[in-house]
């Protein structure tokens, strides 16, 4: 079983709706989690931290269900611009080696 | 300010050449880092390196070796590459405790063909 596991997708959705993807991780001790972007032939980049308590940034929202050892994305109002693959990445402090990533999630908007 | 930036974008080499690409960043990060990149397998860590002086392995490091020259620079060699190293290869880089190591910033990456 993989450290940390996406659904590769595509999910394939209509401007303006709703999408949410998970990702389950298998360590408990994991302490620290974030969501990448990347779009097609770029880098990463960090999309948003996940607190424990769930947070928001702007359209997007980000939980953590450390019981379920599952994070989650929820994107509202979809733009065409947020086409993309979202990663999941999962750390612990204690060394850099555990520093995991997801093979992300691709997601399409369409018109 | 350039982030982090890494040379050749593009390389084709052909079986047992080496190479070394080269990898600076601009923001004062202790910690930096490289990965491969396969499609379907996600990001997998090679070498980090947590502090200039230090650097130790991760998931995949064979094949591989390092440097840290300095704080800025991390540079990754391939002292005989194989078709199974062609993969585009990231360097990042990130402040070095709690959860500053997940946020890490990256290169644009190097596309690496072994022929």
């Known amino acids: 079983r993989k450290e940390v596991e996406q659904d590769p997708g595509p999910f394939n959705v209509p401007e303006g709706a709703t999408v949410a993807f998970n990702c389950t991780y298998s360590?408990?001790?994991?302490?620290?989690f974030f969501w990448y972007r990347q779009d097609c032939r770029k880098e990463p980049k960090l999309l948003m931290s996940?607190?424990?308590s769930g947070n928001e940034d702007g359209r997007f929202t980000a939980q953590l269900n450390r019981a379920s050892q599952y994070i989650s994305l929820l994107i509202r109002d979809s733009k065409l611009s947020d086409s993309a693959t979202y990663l999941c990445?999962?750390?612990?402090?204690?060394?850099?080696?555990?520093?995991?990533f997801g093979s992300g999630t691709r997601l399409s908007i369409r018109p | 300010n350039a982030g982090v930036t890494q040379t050749p974008k593009f390389q084709v080499l052909k079986t047992g050449q080496s190479m070394t690409l080269q990898c600076a960043q601009d923001?004062?990060?202790?910690?930096m880092y490289w990965y491969r990149q396969d499609p379907g397998m996600g990001l997998r860590l090679i070498y980090y390196?947590?502090?200039?002086?230090?650097?130790d392995k991760g998931e995949v490091p064979n094949g591989y070796n390092v440097s840290r020259l300095n704080k800025r620079e991390f540079s990754l060699r391939l002292e005989s590459a194989a078709p199974s190293q062609t993969s585009v290869y990231f360097c990042?880089?990130?402040?070095?405790?709690?959860?500053?190591?997940?946020?890490?910033?990256f290169g644009p990456g190097t596309r690496l063909t072994v022929l």
């Open positions: 923001m004062n990060h202790n910690s």
């Open positions: 990445v999962v750390t612990s402090y204690s060394s850099a080696s555990k520093i995991i």
């Open positions: 360590n408990s001790a994991s302490q620290s």
């Open positions: 990042a880089s990130s402040q070095t405790s709690g959860r500053a190591v997940g946020q890490q910033f």
């Open positions: 390196s947590a502090s200039e002086g230090t650097t």
């Open positions: 996940v607190y424990s």
